[in-house]
C-alpha cells in the first residue's frame, strides 16, 4: 500500500471528512486532497500531525506503507528485541520472519515478552509450513 492509500484508508474507516481531518492538523484542505491523490509528499512534521490526528504513533501511521523498509533493531518491540538476542531461541528466526513479527499486533496491542513472541513464531511456522 501507498501513503496516500493508507491516509485515504484511516480517514474513511474512521468516518471522517478532509475537512475534520484539516481541522485537527491545521492544514488546508486542498493540501489534504493531494495527500490523499499522491500528488504530494508530507514532510516529517505533517507525518507527527497527522498521526496524532489519528490518535496513532507515526510507526503505526506508516505500517503497512511500501516505502516504510525494514524494521531495525531500535524499532523492535522489547520482548522480541530480546527473542533475538536470545542465543539458541533468536537463531531459529530468520531476517524475513523478525520483518513480519515485527509488524503483528493483536486487537491493536503487541505481545509483552519473549515467550509471546516466540509463542507466535512458532504457531505461525506450523501454519506456514
Known amino acids: 500500500m501507498r501513503l496516500h492509500e ?3 484508508e484511516l480517514r474513511s474507516e474512521r468516518g471522517l471528512r478532509l475537512k475534520d481531518i484539516a ?3 491545521g492544514v488546508s484542505v486542498p ?3 493531494d495527500l490523499e491523490r499522491g500528488r504530494a509528499n508530507p514532510s516529517l512534521d505533517t507525518l507527527q500531525t497527522l498521526a496524532g490526528a489519528y490518535e496513532l504513533s507515526v510507526n503505526d501511521l506508516l505500517m503497512g506503507v511500501d516505502f516504510y523498509g525494514n524494521a531495525s533493531a531500535q524499532s ?3 520482548g ?3 527473542l533475538l538476542d536470545d542465543p539458541i531461541l533468536g537463531a531459529q528466526i530468520t531476517p524475513e520472519w523478525v520483518e513480519s513479527l515485527a ?3 493483536l486487537r491493536g496491542r503487541r505481545p509483552r515478552d519473549k515467550q509471546d513472541w516466540y509463542e507466535i513464531f512458532l504457531h505461525l511456522r506450523r501454519i506456514l509450513s
Open 23 to 25: 481541522e485537527r492538523c
Open 76 to 78: 523492535l518491540p522489547l
Open 103 to 105: 509488524r503483528i499486533e
Open 6 to 8: 493508507r491516509l485515504r
Open 31 to 33: 493540501y489534504l486532497s
Open 80 to 82: 522480541l528485541k530480546e
